[in-house]
Nanobody
């Protein structure tokens, strides 16, 4: 049974930072690519960042490039999303996700096989 559990969300002022974590159980993280998505109220779930299973390749949405960093610690079976210079428009529920098959488009929501329950990030102005 694969489980993904996010943590680290909260309330922060604009310009502040947060680090989200996604703990994976039931699979060995080193074999899989991972992604972060977010969903604001009334909006579609959107891609934020992804890290390839080999760990060297990362991909970011234009809206977060230069402010967010995705990383993985295979020894801890955990993926992180370091968020800096946060803006009110970053307010959303953030989800981590795992993709089983290699070669899929990591920017597409439909590529992922397992999802966490989400963690709320609220950025006040």
């Amino acid at each position: 049974q694969v489980q993904l559990v996010e943590s680290g969300g909260g309330l922060v002022q604009a310009g502040g930072s947060l680090r989200l974590a996604c703990a994976v159980s039931g699979r060995t993280l080193s074999s899989y690519s991972m992604g972060w998505f977010r969903q604001a109220p009334g909006k579609e779930r959107e891609f934020v960042a992804a890290v390839h299973w080999r760990g060297a390749n990362t991909n970011y949405a234009d809206s977060v490039k230069g402010r967010f960093t995705i990383s993985r610690d295979n020894a801890k079976n955990t993926v992180y999303l370091q968020m800096s210079n946060l803006k009110p428009e970053d307010t959303a529920v953030y989800f981590c996700a795992l993709v089983i098959s290699r070669g899929r488009d990591l920017r597409r929501r439909g590529s992922y096989d397992y999802w966490g329950q989400g963690t709320q990030v609220t950025v006040s102005s």
